[in-house]
């Protein structure tokens, strides 16, 4: 059976964080396809996307080009709605029916995650991946509550890279060196589209 993994989030921009997630989600997971999915207007998150929608989208699909493993889903943007994942997993499931279906959620999402929209429901049709910046907390927020024995989940621990698109952001305003934080075609691609006030 194709395992399917779906790596959603705002990717604004995307950076080598994200990429070093999604490459250790395929290996240590045997996933055989990862599709990341750029939201459109994130339940439970307040900050506002700085990148248009079609920009965002060409970030990633340049990012990822190289690997034939990773796709890129328009799905959540041309929706123009809010991004609920069950809505995204049931499309999927619906495309990958005979697909195990898997989905990323990072740290401070799994808190959150009996506050999602559907949660018992989508539960039910997909698997989640933790992936642990810290190990011990996470076991901590997992072992602690009653919610996450009623789930499918697996704990993936990743080397610890404090990024975040806010100071990649930051650092583009303010004219700082971003290459090796994101990959050359995305760089290339935010300098030619004046992107974050480059």
Not at 3 to 24: E, V
Request: hydrophobic share 35%.
């Amino acid at each position: 059976m194709e395992k399917i993994a779906l790596y959603g989030g705002s990717f604004d921009p995307i950076h080598i964080g994200h990429l070093i997630t999604a490459i250790n989600v395929v290996e240590n997971l045997d996933i055989d396809k990862l599709i990341f999915i750029p939201s459109n207007i994130t339940p439970l998150k307040s900050t506002s996307l700085k990148a248009s929608n079609i920009d965002r989208y060409n970030m990633i699909k340049l990012s990822i080009e190289e690997n034939p493993r990773f796709e890129v889903s328009n799905y959540e943007i041309n929706k123009q709605d809010i991004s609920y994942t069950y809505h995204t997993v049931c499309y999927f499931q619906k495309i990958y029916p005979d697909s195990e279906l898997y989905f990323i959620v990072g740290t401070d999402r799994v808190k959150d995650l009996h506050k999602w929209y559907e949660i018992k429901s989508l539960s039910k049709i997909v698997t989640f991946i933790f992936v642990a910046r810290d190990d011990e907390s996470l076991e901590k927020i997992v072992s602690n509550n009653e919610f996450y024995k009623n789930i499918n989940y697996k704990i993936l621990k990743l080397p610890i890279i404090e990024l975040s698109s806010t100071e990649i952001r930051e650092k583009i305003r303010d004219n700082k060196n971003i290459n090796y934080i994101l990959t050359p075609e995305c760089v290339k691609y935010i300098k030619e589209m004046n992107l974050y006030e480059f």
